[in-house]
């Protein structure tokens, strides 16, 4: 009975150290996601979510199975923050429902025309103005529709923790089949939603600082951004 408590006790002090030592982990992914996500999303939020999945990375983590504390606990505590943000979601179902009336019409052109769909014909396939759809756009990507590391992430890198540091073949074929895709994606988009997608994501500006660097308002940046996403979406939905 005293060699079970001894180790009970052993392993809650090890979480506990685990869980003191990753404290700026949970700051780091925090600022890190709340840089990527509308206004209303408050980073306190982020960091109440997180320190919540970190405590249970540390009580559940086993160094037998290959992967680092680190990487499993960076997963967990990103993970815990998403279903926070999904479930605090109040975009009304209007919303939604136009989101998917775009990104069908979207996919409808694209296969007609074999490339990318432009403002106007989406607009007329839908049978909208082109403001009336800015405005869908403008909706959609302030209502956290738009997450696009958490709509296109590789589910089996990011839903799951990693139960050894090396992929099974089927994994890593899918995570490789997977990354030629999206970058083939990418690489069709137009130029400027590529360059924004690059700016946003690559070199870390917010929307404003795209803004200034291409001269439109922050607004038209959020416009461009949600019409990248929805691109990919549907050629997601394509795969």
């Known amino acids: 009975m005293n060699t079970y408590s001894n180790v009970v006790s052993s392993q809650a002090h090890n979480s506990d150290e685990l869980t003191a030592e990753h404290v ?4 780091k992914i925090a600022h890190h996601l709340v840089a990527r996500l509308p206004a209303t999303v408050d980073v306190n939020d982020l960091l109440q979510s997180g320190m919540v999945g970190l ?23 990103r993970g815990a923050m998403l279903d926070d943000i999904r479930k605090h ?4 179902r209007s919303v ?3 989101y998917r009336r775009v990104t069908e019409a ?13 403002t106007e014909e989406i607009a007329a ?15 959609s ?12 992430e590789e589910p089996t890198l990011q839903r799951k923790p990693p139960s050894s540091s090396t992929p099974r073949p089927d994994q890593q074929l899918f995570q490789d089949q997977f990354r030629e895709l999206l970058a083939n994606s990418i690489d069709q988009l137009p130029e ?3 360059l924004v997608l690059s700016l946003y994501y690559e070199q870390e500006l917010n929307l404003k600082e795209i803004g200034v660097v291409l001269d439109v308002s922050e607004s038209r940046v959020c416009q461009i951004h949600g019409q990248a996403v929805m691109r990919l979406r549907a050629a997601a939905k394509r795969w």
């Open 24 to 27: 700026d982990l949970v700051k």
């Open 55 to 77: 405590l249970e990375a540390a009580a559940n983590f086993d160094a037998s199975r290959g992967a680092s504390f680190e990487t499993y606990a960076g997963i967990r505590v």
């Open 89 to 92: 979601d109040w975009t009304p």
């Open 96 to 98: 939604h429902h136009k």
């Open 106 to 118: 979207m996919h409808a052109v694209e296969a007609e025309t074999g490339r990318a769909a432009t």
């Open 125 to 139: 396939h839908l049978e909208i103005s082109v403001d009336d759809y800015h405005k869908i756009l403008k909706d």
């Open 141 to 152: 990507a302030c209502s956290r529709l738009f997450s696009y590391e958490e709509t296109l």
């Open 192 to 194: 400027r939603e590529k």
